[in-house]
């Protein structure tokens, strides 16, 4: 059974830019989560999608937003890229939400 | 504000011996908590879960246990071996519904042989 898989796995931008990061969940899974990590704020919680709605939401900026697809596959996008965006961005996918949840391998972004 | 808090940055423990990590938590709202490990340029893996209402669970070598009154939580994994050297994240969710998991900092476990 293939993992939560997630594209590219690594990104350089420049500042003011946008990038769409994607995840593709474990088949048959409806929760789509995404959490930034960062050497000082560790994992932080972005938002979760479950059968393409917005079922959660963190504490970032409006610059942060997200999709579901019917297929459950997600994207993320950043606008107006910022020097402090730098991070590993993680997804992760769950049946129903609060039950455990897998992670895929991350994307790394870089701004510059 | 910290509301996860792994107070202990990293912990180094013989193979074969027990390791405990530790976790303790400030929102008394949370109902629901989970263990993940980490290697290096990998994704979190989950390990092992606990509701509130119990103060025990066992998966194998592991078994978390929950203090509610004292608003903490431990990780025991024995016999320890060194494929276990990696980062353990705590989490703790407050929702009866939903992934909105609060992790705490991490604790780097180093295993040795």
């Known amino acids: 059974k293939a993992g939560v898989t997630q594209t590219p796995r690594y990104l350089i931008k420049t500042r003011g830019q946008q990038v769409t990061l994607s995840c593709s969940p474990i088949?048959?899974?409806?929760?789509v989560s995404w959490y930034q990590q960062t050497p000082g704020q560790g994992l932080q919680f972005l938002f979760e999608y479950f059968s393409e709605t917005q079922r959660n939401k963190g504490n970032f900026p409006g610059r942060f937003s997200g999709r579901q697809f019917s297929n459950s596959r997600s994207e993320m996008n950043v606008s107006t890229l910022e020097l402090g965006d730098s991070a590993l961005y993680l997804c992760?996918?769950?049946?129903?939400?609060?039950?455990?949840?897998?992670f895929g391998q991350g994307t790394r972004l870089t701004v510059v | 504000d910290q509301q996860v808090k792994q107070n202990s940055p990293s912990l180094s423990v013989q193979e074969g011996r027990i390791s405990i990590l530790n976790c303790d938590y400030t929102n008394s709202m949370f109902d629901y908590f989970l263990w993940y490990k980490k290697y290096p340029a990998e994704g979190p893996t989950f390990l092992i879960s606990i509701s509130s209402i119990k103060d025990k669970n066992e998966d194998g070598r592991f078994t978390v246990f929950l203090n509610k009154s004292a608003k903490h939580l431990s990780l025991h994994i024995v016999p320890s071996q060194p494929g276990d050297s990696a980062v353990y994240f705590c989490a703790a969710s407050m929702d009866n519904y939903g992934q909105n998991f609060v992790f705490g900092p991490g604790t780097r476990l180093s295993v040795l042989p």
């Open positions: 088949s048959g899974h409806r929760s």
């Open positions: 992760a996918s769950s049946w129903t939400g609060q039950a455990e949840a897998f």
